[in-house]
């Protein structure tokens, strides 16, 4: 069947209801500019899911800067290409105001998991990823959705909402892809000039080397955030906004690494900030 | 079919399941203490549709006051034998570990509609109780769910929290039951002593001038209220907490009566806090 592109929120809820009923529904929530790693996501949604719907939407909710809201990238085309690639069956790319019809005065409110990394440095940004993200699965009432690795916390909080509100949708996370040094795909890192994309596999660098110091049983949080910080190059370009070991789950900052932590950090190289993540696991 | 009692989410779940396809499944939510104000949402429901759920369930999260909910009252086997006599098929009766296993870090904000009136007085109350609607919800994914216009604020942000996070739930007001005398129906009236109660009457009777005033053609909200709070008794046992004309979608205080207004009010009957509320509308 030929990918279907619908734009409102009564098309696609028509356009499932076919489908409903005949296995499950999977859905992969994007802001577009998509590329390697959420065709990944798609590929697995492909692997799992009967129908394989691609919701397309820069969610203004979760933009603390209006400037990053201004320049995020929106190639609709090249998007729609790949999913009618890849098999997707539908895709789902709303109006601002199919989404917001007016500003929102009940809201998803993240605790304790949103407070630290991410979530202190761009405020309110989680309450609008969960917000839209239950409003994508009150709209789309799929069976699973895909969400990368990449965005550690985002996950976390995700599934905590789905965990705490009882959100009948299952959560599927897909390992981050990376190029050939290391660099986590994004749809930001287009916004890297040639110098500054030779600087930035510097970040994942960094968070493998705390991957190995805890594996090689460093267990002072303090040493192992140190150790890695401490392999960035010093150029005027790189600004470390955080590097932090956080419990998996909770994504509270641990003091001592006790079982698996997640090693998270922000960089930003230029004007671009760029996020990774790796799980570290101390030896047993 | 005899009243089935389910105490778990996956027993809900699984009762739902057989029955959800063959028809709507209508959804009643309390906090027990069944009176005949719940067994008309609950006829409403009979009558619209095949599966009739009610849930009872004393949500911690919406109390700002820890002895109001230690005092709540609740009678389960007399809830339950109304339950049977009205032809309700499932009774969700969870314990709060069931709905609670950990303190809730994702919750549901709700912003100006729960500024003022009982929001403004009870903090946290709305947000506690936009969270468990929610968490019941996708509990049990029902097609309608049916409160009662005594709760007036609380049904306008049950309706724009369905609309604000696009929730697949139709909600059905239902107008509130009241004795001879004007009382509306509560769990909270068993508090009530006889000569409290002999007095509680005057809740309603204000709200009626108030919406006289409004039919005979004053716009002027203050005068609206004064005449209105100026009909209750002086008796020391009675103390207004608020009497208000808002709007009747985004309960916000209007200034000049030019359509419709909900009066509503809280009164204070010696230790039990009565609210009601009325529909005025002007001349045309």
New interface residues.
Partial sequence: MPLRVVRT?DEVRTSLAERRGSGTIGLVPTMGALHAGHARLIDHARAECPTVVVSIFVNPLQFDRADDLAHYPRPLDADLALCERLGVDVVFAPAPDAIYPEP??????????AQYLCGAFRPGHF?GV??VV??LF??I?PDVAYFGEKDAQQLA?VR??VA?????VRIAPVPTVRETDGLALSSRNQHLNEAERALAPGLFRALTVARDAVASGVADAEVVKRRAAGTLPSDERLRLEYLELVDPRTFQPVQRVEGPVVAAAALWVGKTRLIDNVLCTPPA
């Fill in positions: 929120i929102p005065d009940v809201t998803v409110h993240v605790g304790a998991t309450n969960a917000t239950l409003k009150d709209i009432q909080i905590r909402m705490d509100l009882n959100v009948p």
